[in-house]
Nanobody, 121 residues
């Protein structure tokens, strides 16, 4: 069955960095679009970054210049490098997969269980 397992979250000070990973199985990774969403307490889930099967990337304004999404098709793994972290980046981060970028951006794909990122001031 389809599985997406996030890792790499944790507690970091403002200005620090984290690298999230999403290990996948159960589908043909290199043909799927992928994305990272996050959800902070009391807020709606929001798209942070997405990447097409061909490697085209897109970012939320809040992530531009600080976060980098990438994929390793040989390892069936998605990454999110997060630099210059701010307290407002604190959230549960979720990995998602979809047959195309529209499925990803409209939250209709497969989901992982999430990983907590906490940024202290």
């Amino acid at each position: 069955q389809v599985q997406l397992v996030e890792s790499g979250g944790g507690l970091v000070q403002a200005g620090g960095s984290l690298r999230l990973s999403c290990a996948t199985s159960g589908f043909t990774f290199n043909t799927y679009a992928m994305g990272w969403f996050r959800q902070a307490p009391g807020k709606e889930r929001e798209l942070v970054a997405r990447i097409s099967s061909g490697g085209t990337t897109g970012y939320a304004d809040s992530a531009k210049g600080r976060f980098t999404i990438s994929r390793d098709n040989a390892k069936n793994t998605l990454y999110l490098q997060m630099n210059s972290l701010k307290p407002e980046d604190t959230a549960v981060y979720y990995c998602t997969a979809g047959i195309n970028i529209v499925v990803v951006t409209t939250s209709r794909g497969f989901w992982g269980q999430g990983t907590q990122v906490t940024v202290s001031s």
